[in-house]
């Protein structure tokens, strides 16, 4: 048997391995957690976790900017250094990093302004 052969049954038996590791951490860790809220008092059926109303616009924000800087760093890898030998990997993570922070920022100020919304309604 070659190489590959056992390298192809190991990761095989790693793979489930892991996978079944996981499902069980996860089936765990639930039990354990609703009778921690058992012993505290609480009903687990009526346990709703605390919502983040603004982080889809984060998530989507920082996943658009990405996406729109790694865009822009093709087109400028293509056009502006195409007679450039030498790969420009540099331009795709800092285009990235840009954009990304960008969709953070944009995000963060949507925030703050709906909160100062809630602020105003408040005081009124």
Known sequence: MDNVA??????GILIS???FAMIFGIIYLNKR????MIER???PRRYKPQSAPFQNLKWGL??????LGLFFAYILDRTVFSH??????AIYFALIAIFGGAGLFLSYRIEK???????????D
Do not use: H
């Not at 957690?33 to 921690?36: L, P, V, Y």
């Open 33 to 36: 957690e609703k009778m921690a």
């Open 84 to 89: 450039s030998e030498d790969e420009n990997v």
């Open 41 to 43: 008092g609480m009903d």
């Open 113 to 123: 302004k709906e909160a100062d919304k809630e602020d105003d309604k408040k005081l």
């Open 17 to 19: 391995t892991a996978f």
């Open 62 to 67: 920082l996943l658009m900017g990405a996406g």
């Open 6 to 11: 056992k390298f192809g049954i190991m990761a």
